[in-house]
C-alpha cells in the first residue's frame, strides 16, 4: 500500500515537468539578486578598505615623523590665522605692516590661496590680492634657499588663474594688465637666521645672466625679533608668542601635550584666543 501511494506522487511530479520548472524559475531570480547584493556589499567592503588604508597611510604619525608634525603646527597655525575669510581683518594687518600702509577695509581683500585638490598637489600657504598687488605669504620653519623658485611656480599658477577668471587675452595685441607680485617668506625656525632677500639667480651657475628675476624678502617672525614689525601687526606678535610657548613646552612633553598647554597660557586679552579656543 505504501508503495501504492507513493507511487501517484511521483507520477504526479513527473507528469507536470512545466510545474517544477515554473517554481524554479520563480526562485531563481531571488537567488540570483541575493548573491548579487552580497557581493555588490562586499565589493564596497573591499573598497571601503582600500580607501582607509590609503589614507591611514598617508596620516603622519606622532612616533614616526616626529620632526614634520614639530615643523607643520607652525605653517598650518599661521595659514590658519592669517589666511582665512573671516579673519580678514587680520590679513589686512600683516599686509599693511610688511608694506607699511594703511588699508582699512579688510573685504577689499580677495583670498586666492591654492588648494592642493585643485592644483594637483601645489598648494600655498596665503595669497591674496589688493590694491593690485597680488601678495604670496609662505611661513617657514626651516630655512630654505629654493623658496625663490618655489613662489615664481605659484606665481605661475595664480596668474594663470587671474587671466582666466578675467578673460584676458594673451595672445592678441594689446598688452594686459597684471597684479604687482609681492612674495614674501615669514621664518620662525630656531637657527639664527636674520633679515634677507632671496634671488632665482643665486640658483643658476656664476656669471650666468638669467632673463627671469624672482626676488622673495625673508622675515625671521621668531619671539623677539623684529619687534617695528610685531609691533604693527598684534596678531603677528600672538602667533610668535604662542609658537614660542609651544616649543618652550615641547623641549619637556610631547607635541600634542605642549600645543594644548600653551593654548590654555593665551593670555585673555590676545585678539587670537577667541579665535582658537
Not at 620632526?67 to 599661521?78: A, G, Q, T
Given at each position: 500500500?505504501a508503495?501504492?501511494?507513493s507511487a501517484p506522487?511521483?507520477?504526479?511530479?513527473m507528469?507536470?515537468?512545466l510545474?517544477?520548472a515554473y517554481?524554479?524559475?520563480?526562485?531563481?531570480?531571488?537567488?540570483?539578486?541575493?548573491?548579487?547584493?552580497?557581493?555588490f556589499?562586499?565589493?564596497?567592503?573591499?573598497?571601503?578598505y582600500?580607501?582607509?588604508?590609503?589614507?591611514?597611510?598617508?596620516?603622519?604619525?606622532?612616533?614616526?615623523?616626529p620632526?614634520?608634525?614639530?615643523?607643520k603646527?607652525?605653517?598650518?597655525l599661521?595659514?590658519y590665522?592669517?589666511?582665512?575669510?573671516?579673519?580678514k581683518?587680520?590679513?589686512?594687518?600683516?599686509?599693511?605692516?610688511?608694506?607699511?600702509?594703511?588699508?582699512?577695509?579688510?573685504?577689499?581683500?580677495?583670498i586666492?590661496?591654492?588648494?592642493?585638490v585643485?592644483?594637483?598637489?601645489m598648494?600655498?600657504?596665503?595669497?591674496?590680492?589688493?590694491?593690485?598687488?597680488?601678495?604670496?605669504?609662505?611661513?617657514?620653519?626651516?630655512?630654505?634657499?629654493?623658496?625663490?623658485?618655489?613662489?615664481?611656480?605659484?606665481?605661475?599658477?595664480?596668474y594663470?588663474?587671474?587671466?582666466?577668471?578675467h578673460?584676458?587675452?594673451?595672445?592678441?595685441?594689446?598688452?594686459?594688465?597684471?597684479?604687482?607680485p609681492?612674495?614674501?617668506?615669514?621664518y620662525?625656525?630656531?637657527?639664527?637666521?636674520?633679515?634677507m632677500?632671496?634671488?632665482?639667480?643665486?640658483?643658476?651657475?656664476?656669471?650666468?645672466?638669467?632673463?627671469i628675476?624672482?626676488?622673495?624678502?625673508?622675515?625671521?617672525?621668531?619671539?623677539g625679533?623684529?619687534r617695528?614689525?610685531?609691533e604693527?601687526?598684534?596678531?603677528?606678535?600672538?602667533?610668535?608668542?604662542?609658537?614660542d610657548?609651544?616649543?618652550?613646552h615641547?623641549?619637556e612633553?610631547?607635541?600634542?601635550?605642549?600645543?594644548d598647554?600653551?593654548?590654555?597660557?593665551?593670555?585673555w586679552?590676545f585678539?587670537?584666543?577667541?579665535f582658537?579656543?
Amino acid at each position: 500500500t505504501a508503495g501504492f501511494r507513493s507511487a501517484p506522487q511521483q507520477s504526479s511530479y513527473m507528469e507536470n515537468p512545466l510545474s517544477s520548472a515554473y517554481e524554479i524559475s520563480l526562485i531563481s531570480p531571488a537567488i540570483w539578486a541575493l548573491q548579487m547584493h552580497f557581493c555588490f556589499v562586499a565589493l564596497q567592503l573591499c573598497l571601503c578598505y582600500n580607501i582607509a588604508k590609503q589614507t591611514f597611510l598617508q596620516i603622519p604619525k606622532y612616533h614616526e615623523a616626529p620632526d614634520m608634525i614639530n615643523n607643520k603646527h607652525k605653517d598650518r597655525l599661521f595659514s590658519y590665522i592669517f589666511g582665512r575669510e573671516e579673519n580678514k581683518k587680520w590679513t589686512l594687518s600683516l599686509y599693511n605692516a610688511v608694506n607699511h600702509s594703511f588699508y582699512t577695509n579688510p573685504e577689499d581683500i580677495q583670498i586666492t590661496t591654492m588648494s592642493d585638490v585643485l592644483y594637483m598637489g601645489m598648494k600655498n600657504d596665503i595669497s591674496f590680492i589688493l590694491a593690485n598687488i597680488v601678495s604670496i605669504y609662505e611661513q617657514q620653519s626651516t630655512f630654505n634657499p629654493n623658496m625663490p623658485l618655489r613662489e615664481f611656480m605659484y606665481a605661475a599658477r595664480l596668474y594663470d588663474k587671474y587671466i582666466h577668471d578675467h578673460e584676458l587675452n594673451i595672445y592678441g595685441t594689446e598688452l594686459i594688465s597684471l597684479p604687482v607680485p609681492k612674495l614674501m617668506v615669514f621664518y620662525n625656525g630656531t637657527d639664527e637666521m636674520d633679515n634677507m632677500l632671496l634671488e632665482l639667480k643665486d640658483a643658476f651657475e656664476p656669471g650666468a645672466e638669467p632673463d627671469i628675476a624672482v626676488k622673495v624678502r625673508m622675515l625671521n617672525i621668531n619671539y623677539g625679533r623684529n619687534r617695528k614689525l610685531m609691533e604693527s601687526c598684534r596678531p603677528l606678535f600672538e602667533y610668535s608668542w604662542l609658537i614660542d610657548r609651544i616649543r618652550e613646552h615641547k623641549k619637556e612633553i610631547q607635541i600634542e601635550e605642549a600645543v594644548d598647554r600653551a593654548l590654555n597660557e593665551i593670555p585673555w586679552e590676545f585678539e587670537i584666543r577667541q579665535f582658537l579656543l
